[in-house]
């Protein structure tokens, strides 16, 4: 959507990266044991921005394809990626349209929510792979004003994750989270028997 790129673009074009130069805390947090799960090192990042989290990934041994709508960001990404010596793979895309091409060992969705595109992440996954989510969760104390298509419901990364095959590794919300309440799963994908 033409709208969304516009809004993006403008948000990457300050001089600050608009997140930051450090990946998201929960894949931080998470990557031993994600590199403990997972069949193999071939990772997706949607709604990837300026690539912190796709940078990290190949930082540390990951094939790394970022998709984002924002030619702003995804050039920020190279920049960065060319900066600390990695390559990956960035998609310039509409996620309303876009799904994922091939199998993936990891996939990663942080600070975005399209609930129709979820049903083809699962589907993308290897067999034993790991879906890590992580995106604002609605609540009557949050700050600001959001669309609630684009916000999560209490209780609904469990109701969503529960109906796929596999296993729910790690299932969170957090209300009163410093900055934006959040809701964070860790999906693994039954693995073929």
């Not at 930082?59 to 790394?64: L, N, R, T």
């Not at 034993?128 to 959001?146: A, F, K, N, S």
């Not at 209780?155 to 729910?168: H, K």
Request: net charge negative; proline share 6%; with cysteine.
């Amino acid at each position: 959507m033409q709208s969304d790129r516009v809004k993006w673009d403008q948000r990457y074009s300050g001089t600050e990266h608009f997140f930051s130069l450090t990946p998201s805390r929960l894949l931080a947090d998470s990557l031993e044991r994600i590199m403990s799960l997972v069949p193999g090192r071939r990772a997706l990042d949607l709604a990837c921005g300026e690539g912190r989290n796709c940078i990290y990934l190949a930082q540390h041994g990951f094939e790394a394809t970022g998709v984002d709508i924002s030619p702003r960001g995804l050039e920020r990404a190279r920049r960065r990626a060319a900066e600390v010596g990695v390559a990956v793979e960035l998609i310039e895309a509409d996620l309303e349209s876009w799904r994922p091409q091939g199998e993936y060992h990891l996939v990663l969705n942080f600070n975005f929510l399209m609930r129709d595109l979820i049903p083809s992440l699962v589907e993308a996954l290897a067999p034993g792979g790991v879906l890590l989510m992580e995106t604002i969760l609605d609540t009557p104390e949050m700050p600001g004003e959001h669309r609630k298509d684009f916000l999560l419901q209490p209780g609904e990364l469990g109701r969503i994750f529960g109906g796929y095959a596999g296993r729910i590794l790690l299932l969170e919300e957090e209300v009163d989270a410093p900055e934006m309440p959040v809701a964070r799963v860790m999906f693994q994908k039954q693995d073929q028997d």
